[in-house]
Nanobody, 126 residues
Framework: VQLQACGGGLVQAGGSLRLSCAAS????????MGWFRQAPGKERDLVAAITWSGATTYYTDSVKGRFTISRDNAKNTVSLQMNSLKPEDTAVYYC????????????????????WGQGTLVTVSS
């Protein structure tokens, strides 16, 4: 089972990036997915999460209105559209998947995610 994240890079403040995460080895279409980030010297925190159906999403307060999480179950992918980026968004971003199948609630704890991608670096310059 592998989650491969891509799309990170260097962008100026106010710019946009789109992160994508492709799953291989198993289908995550019936499981929750999420994006976490870890800035230097800080803990890994949840940024956004989405239920298996895409019907319910969660965003941490600092990214509400700027980031959008989405998924394509047919392609076994999850994406994070990041707009109006700020220097404080600089971090390594990780995608993750797991939880019980067909769960109605988003997964908000890292302990609930069994599978993790390798991370992709997002750097926002001021």
């Amino acid at each position: 089972v592998q989650l491969q994240a891509c799309g990170g890079g260097l962008v100026q403040a106010g710019g946009s990036l789109r992160l994508s995460c492709a799953a291989s080895g198993r289908s995550f279409s019936s499981h929750g997915m999420g994006w976490f980030r870890q800035a230097p010297g800080k803990e890994r925190d949840l940024v956004a999460a989405i239920t298996w159906s895409g019907a319910t999403t969660y965003y941490t307060d600092s990214v509400k209105g700027r980031f959008t999480i989405s998924r394509d179950n047919a392609k076994n992918t999850v994406s994070l559209q990041m707009n109006s980026l700020k220097p404080e968004d600089t971090a390594v971003y990780y995608c993750a998947g797991g939880g019980k199948p067909w769960a109605a609630l988003v997964l908000t704890s890292s302990d609930e995610y069994a599978y993790w991608g390798q991370g992709t670096l997002v750097t926002v310059s001021s």
